[in-house]
């Protein structure tokens, strides 16, 4: 089984810089695929981010794409969220995710994953 736990969420005015972490557990954590989402209230998840598992390969959603980045560190069993030029827009909670598949490539899909965070609030002040 896979936990995972994100932290770094907080309040912040436009312009500001956070940078999100998921700490994974289990004993596949690090050879699967990863990914941040985001929901605001009443709309849907939304893909934003996702690594393979040995980071050599990312995908940033053309929504967040040149602000955003997903950066793992496999050796701290930990996937980040660096967020630039945040915007009011941003606010929302923020989830990591472990995938499927082992040894697996990026997914960008709600399906993809099966292991999720609780979720850390970013809210993004004017």
């Known amino acids: 089984q896979v936990q995972l736990v994100e932290s770094g969420g907080g309040l912040v005015q436009a312009g500001d810089s956070l940078r999100l972490s998921c700490a994974a557990s289990?004993?596949?954590?690090?050879?699967?695929?990863m990914g941040w989402f985001r929901q605001s209230p009443g709309k849907e998840r939304d893909f934003l981010a996702t690594i393979n598992w040995n980071g050599d390969n990312t995908y940033v959603d053309d929504s967040v794409k040149g602000r955003f980045t997903i950066p793992r560190d496999n050796a701290r069993n930990t996937v980040y969220l660096q967020m630039n030029s945040l915007k009011p827009e941003d606010t929302a909670i923020y989830y990591c995710?472990?995938?499927?598949?082992?040894?697996?490539?990026?997914?960008?899909?709600?399906?993809?994953?099966?292991?999720w965070g609780q979720g850390t609030q970013v809210t993004v002040s004017s």
């Open positions: 995710a472990a995938g499927r598949t082992l040894y697996g490539g990026i997914a960008g899909r709600l399906y993809d994953y099966e292991h």
């Open positions: 289990g004993r596949t954590s690090n050879i699967l695929p």
